[in-house]
């Protein structure tokens, strides 16, 4: 399980409703990723993952698969737990 910090895509777990809240990559990847439909801001959910392979990531409706590599450039928060944190006082 994840906490309300960012973590590499690359770490999540299958089934998990993320939120992407930075890109630290090259212009390049960058450009790449947002061609994608993978923006700062947007929420994903990794559908099928495999170890050192690419990631079956679900957006909206649609289904991408993303290399690991590009994946580890993407930092992400998990949304369940950013829900329970505006609910604390």
Do not use: W, Y
């Not at 906490?3 to 790449?32: F, V």
């Not at 450039?73 to 950013?82: A, G, H, T």
């Amino acid at each position: 399980m994840m906490t309300n910090k960012s973590l590499p895509l690359i770490m999540a777990n299958a089934g998990e409703r993320l939120r992407i809240t930075a890109i630290p990559a090259g212009r390049g990847a960058e450009a790449h990723l947002g061609e994608l439909g993978l923006h700062v801001g947007r929420e994903i959910r990794i559908m099928q993952r495999q170890s050192k392979g690419p990631l079956l990531l679900g957006i909206g409706d649609a289904r991408i698969a993303v290399g690991f590599g590009l994946c580890s450039k993407v930092l992400v928060s998990l949304v369940d737990q950013e829900q329970q944190e505006k609910v604390r006082p």
